[in-house]
């Protein structure tokens, strides 16, 4: 996500609750610079870094979950957030940058991860109302002497592992705290989200719907044609197929689990000839058939009434057959191994994925 304060010109100081959906991987240099409207920050567990000066300047900013999936907070990340009063940084984050915390003011604990090494310099300089700092690393992290620069250590608390009291005490700019105490307790982890509910697909009248029980779900769809492709050959056999992947995403929910599906077209007239006459136009009736993968069950909906339905292995094996009805005809894959099955509806044979 790079440099979203653009999209909103002169409006930076109206936003006030953000949650970041989870497509995002990165938050890019700058990207919300003094917005300083914004009071709270939801950012999800695909994020796996947050770019220098990211929030630089968000002085309402009150609120801030970092996920377990962040590995680096940059430079000037949170500098001048003004507002925040705790901020925990999980296990996951590795290096915290020069002035990422710089004049947080109000920020009176924080909680640095037991996986972080390096912690550079005026990282929480002029924290004034610092209280405590519990930081998990057993080993002392490489820290800037002016880290806690103008924070009023002195007065202030920090809490490490039992068994490496003696060496925060040994080592500035850690030994500059008035207290250090030994804490058994462990980081509290953010909490998982919740995971969106798996979408389903349909299709009708040439459009394909999806749709899933997580109320306002977006949903990232990805279709496959084998027939959009480069051929060399003097004939070209159609196949008609589209391969369909879907999931569903939710800013502040985990993504869905993917779910595939495959849409054909089975001729009702496959005897229909060639034409001859160059300005003729040959009309081959085709209805539209979507086939699912649930579990260890095919659903095919769409058939005719009538046709048989045959499920075969990649070896060649049936493993089972249905004829269909006006609703959906299934078929069980429990003897499936694979990731692939082969169907056959009527004339036509379909080449199903089966992994999500």
Not at 260 to 269: G, N, P, R, S, V
Request: glycine share 8%; hydrophobic share 35%.
């Amino acid at each position: 996500l790079y440099y979203a304060k653009h999209l909103y010109s002169n409006e930076t100081t109206e936003i006030t609750n953000l949650i970041i959906p989870n497509s995002v991987t990165s938050i890019g240099s700058e990207a919300f610079y003094g917005c300083s409207g914004l009071s709270s920050v939801t950012i999800p567990n695909s994020v796996i870094s947050i770019g220098s000066n990211a929030f630089n300047g968000c002085s309402g900013l009150t609120s801030v979950t970092i996920p377990n999936s962040v590995t680096s907070i940059g430079y000037d990340a949170f500098n001048g957030c003004s507002g925040l009063t705790s901020v925990t940084i999980p296990n996951s984050v590795t290096s915290i940058g020069e002035y990422a915390f710089y004049k947080c003011s109000g920020l009176t604990s924080v909680n640095i991860g037991n996986g972080v090494k390096s912690i550079g310099s005026s990282a929480f300089a002029n924290c004034t109302e610092l209280t405590d700092v519990y930081c998990y690393a057993e080993k002392v992290p490489s820290t800037q002497s002016s880290a806690f620069a103008d924070s009023y250590t002195e007065y202030a608390t920090l809490h490490v592992p039992a068994a490496s009291v003696e060496q925060y005490k040994a080592t500035a700019p850690w030994s500059n705290f008035g207290t250090i105490v030994a804490t058994d307790g462990t980081i509290p982890e953010p909490p998982t989200p919740e995971k969106c509910a798996a979408p389903t697909i349909s299709y009708s009248k040439g459009e394909l719907t999806f749709s899933c029980d997580t109320e306002g779900a977006e949903f990232i769809s990805e279709i496959k044609d084998a027939d959009i492709k480069k051929h060399y050959t003097a004939s070209v056999s159609l196949t008609a197929t589209y391969h369909i992947s879907v999931y569903a995403t939710k800013a502040g929910y985990e993504n869905s689990d993917t779910i595939q599906a495959t849409l054909c077209w089975i001729e009702q007239q496959p005897q229909t000839e060639g034409i001859t006459d160059e300005d003729a136009i040959a009309e081959v009736q085709a209805v539209p058939v979507l086939i699912q993968t649930q579990g260890n069950t095919i659903n095919v909906q769409g058939a005719e009434a009538g046709t048989e339905i045959i499920l075969y292995g990649t070896n060649g094996v049936q493993l089972d057959s249905v004829i269909a009805t006006t609703s959906v005809a299934s078929l069980s894959t429990s003897r499936l191994s694979g990731s692939v099955a082969i169907v056959k509806i009527g004339n036509k044979t379909v080449k199903v994925l089966m992994k999500q």
